[in-house]
């Protein structure tokens, strides 16, 4: 009798361990998460949005990249449309918004498209075998005007430029000055902003400004409408080193696709109707890889102006 109740105690325990160890692992069940979860994935998108600045008249440049449009659509095996922009801030806005997939962002563009919205850099412009350039100052040929000092020196003066956010048009001209010593822009000069870089050279030209701030050499672009356009407009100085233009990525592109679209412009260096199409847009001659530090430059000018610019 002893054993037998011995034996119904030790059978009793074990069952309330096993039930106990049953409850346990239920209940592990429902309160952990499931281990075999999907990772979230990032959605192909079904077409691409290629954002564009006019560096010459808008219709020109939409007709223009109509190739780019069409071997891109093919090499990545989705819809590319281009979109030209009235201005940087649209642009850097439509990338920040999903609406602007690729952007053809300039040095200041893509450092603040890169704050505010995350942008990633992955392509840069090579011109003349350079990846960087300089800013010009330039004055009709027979302006009183001689030396960038002058410019300093003399108040009033109307000064013409592309964009508030234009590197070379206004951003580092316009720090260049602010080294030599004015300290509000704004009492001392009158500016227009007119849209184009060659815009800013025919406002010289007509007599609308007494100076414009444009990329080196902007002349050049104006040279089948005005064949004496290098006599006519005469430059008086530069700033120091830009890093070129970039090719900039929305923030949320699959990897896949940014690497995609990295590689596909990298091959136009091989593909003489793609870079006479990118030398007529944007006056590229190739293209190179790019990060972001090599922007370092540009963020320091940009520090002079975020707040301004940020409003």
């Known amino acids: 009798m002893i054993l037998k ?5 030790v059978l009793t325990a074990m069952l309330m361990l ?3 160890a049953c409850g346990s692992s239920e209940t592990s069940k429902e309160e952990s998460p499931a281990t ?3 990772e979230e994935t990032v959605e192909m998108p079904t077409k691409l949005t290629m954002g564009f600045i006019p560096s010459q008249e808008a219709d020109k440049i939409a007709d223009t990249v109509k190739p780019l449009e069409e071997k891109l659509s093919e090499i990545l095996g989705i819809p590319v449309e281009a979109q030209v922009m009235v201005d940087f801030v649209g642009l850097v806005e439509g990338m920040r918004t999903g609406q602007i997939d690729i952007g053809f962002l300039n040095p200041f563009g893509f450092v603040q498209a890169e704050d505010r919205a995350g942008v990633e850099v992955i392509l840069k412009s090579v011109r003349n075998g350079s990846a960087s350039y ?3 100052f330039a004055v009709a040929a027979d302006s009183d005007i001689h030396t960038i000092e002058d410019l300093v020196n003399n108040h009033g003066l109307v000064w013409a430029y592309a964009d508030t956010l234009s590197t070379s048009g206004f951003l580092f001209p316009a720090a260049h000055l602010m080294g030599l010593g004015i ?3 704004d009492d001392h000069y009158t500016q227009i902003v007119v ?3 060659d815009n800013a050279i025919l406002a010289v030209l007509d007599g609308t400004a007494d100076f414009a701030t444009t990329f080196n050499d902007a002349r050049t672009r104006l040279e089948g409408e005005y064949p004496t356009i290098m006599e006519d407009i005469r430059i008086i100085g530069y700033t120091d080193d830009i890093p070129n233009d970039t090719i900039s990525v929305r923030a949320g592109l699959p990897v ?3 690497n995609a679209i990295r590689e596909a412009f990298l091959a136009f260096n091989d593909d003489e109707e ?4 990118m030398n007529e847009v944007y006056t590229w001659d190739a293209i190179a890889p790019a990060a972001s530090e090599d922007y370092d430059i540009v963020r320091e000018v940009f520090g002079l102006f975020k707040d301004q610019l940020s409003q």
Not at 5 to 9: E, I, Q
């Open 5 to 9: 109740k011995y034996l119904l105690l």
């Open 18 to 20: 096993a039930l106990a």
């Open 36 to 38: 075999d979860a999907k």
């Open 134 to 136: 300089n800013a010009q």
């Open 183 to 185: 300290e509000n822009l």
């Open 195 to 197: 849209g184009g870089h």
């Open 256 to 258: 896949e696709l940014k």
């Open 274 to 277: 793609m870079i006479t199409v």
